[in-house]
């Protein structure tokens, strides 16, 4: 398997514009996280989704974010309008569900990350 | 919310030396996992070692090992023979809330 793949790997834009980050998780894992790493607030949990359903998006910061699932294999992750404060590296990761749910050993895997810059 | 906390933004060993990185947390729950990840520069977040909460026996995964102190909420990382592949940045992660600490950057003196 590739592991987590996300694109793009970077993103310079402007603000104001519109932002989708894409994740594709390792095939047959349930669960599906973004994450958002800044040097001020560390790695934050931002939404998780379970079987293409979102669970727990407490930490989506504010409306312009937006996350989707449309299918197991697919999701993204969408900033309209882009602050220069999103400036981030957005991770995804996923991990199989079989053992007990989201609170368990498995490790999540995480993609490489989409280093974004608003300017 | 739970809070992860690692009190060492910086710490720095001697290639072939042990180094201990510490991390607390908070929590009303009984049942839960901890995890240490590590973030090398290449950004790429690898799984070190895991923890169970009911477990008293701590991790171990070669020269990586856990001190695992329930009743203190303590959760330190013991790194032995220190490689100069383990400078990296070091997370501590609460598991069942994915709540992350601020990190630990682990410098390898050759």
């Known amino acids: 398997d590739a592991g987590v793949i996300q694109s793009p790997r970077h993103e310079v834009t402007e603000m104001g514009q519109e932002v989708t980050l894409r994740c594709k998780p390792i095939?047959?894992?349930?669960?599906l996280f973004w994450y958002r790493q800044t040097m001020m607030r560390g790695l934050e949990l931002l939404i998780y989704?379970?079987?293409?359903?979102?669970?727990?998006d407490s930490g989506m910061p504010e409306d312009r974010f937006s996350a989707k699932m449309p299918n197991a294999s697919f999701s993204t992750l969408k900033i309209q309008p882009s602050e220069p404060r999103d400036s981030a590296v957005y991770f995804c990761?996923?991990?199989?569900?079989?053992?007990?749910?989201?609170?368990?050993?498995?490790?999540?895997?995480f993609g490489p990350g989409t280093r974004l810059t608003v300017l | 919310a739970q809070t992860v906390t690692q009190s060492q933004p910086e710490m720095s060993v001697q290639e072939a030396e042990t180094v201990t990185l510490s991390c607390t947390y908070d929590?009303?729950?009984?049942?839960?996992?901890l995890f240490w990840y590590k973030q090398p520069p290449s950004r790429q977040m690898i799984l070190v070692i895991r923890?169970?909460?009911?477990?008293?026996q701590n991790a171990t995964e070669n020269r990586f090992s856990v001190n695992f102190q329930k009743a203190a909420k303590s959760f330190s990382l013991k790194i032995s023979d220190s490689q100069l592949g383990d400078a990296a940045m070091y997370f501590c992660?609460?598991?069942?809330?994915?709540?992350f600490g601020a990190g630990t950057r682990l410098t390898v003196k050759p």
């Open positions: 923890q169970e909460a009911y477990k008293q």
């Open positions: 990761a996923s991990k199989p569900g079989a053992s007990g749910g989201v609170s368990s050993t498995d490790t999540q895997y």
């Open positions: 929590t009303s729950e009984s049942d839960y996992y």
């Open positions: 095939s047959g894992h349930d669960y």
């Open positions: 992660a609460y598991i069942n809330d994915m709540r």
């Open positions: 989704f379970n079987n293409n359903v979102p669970i727990d």
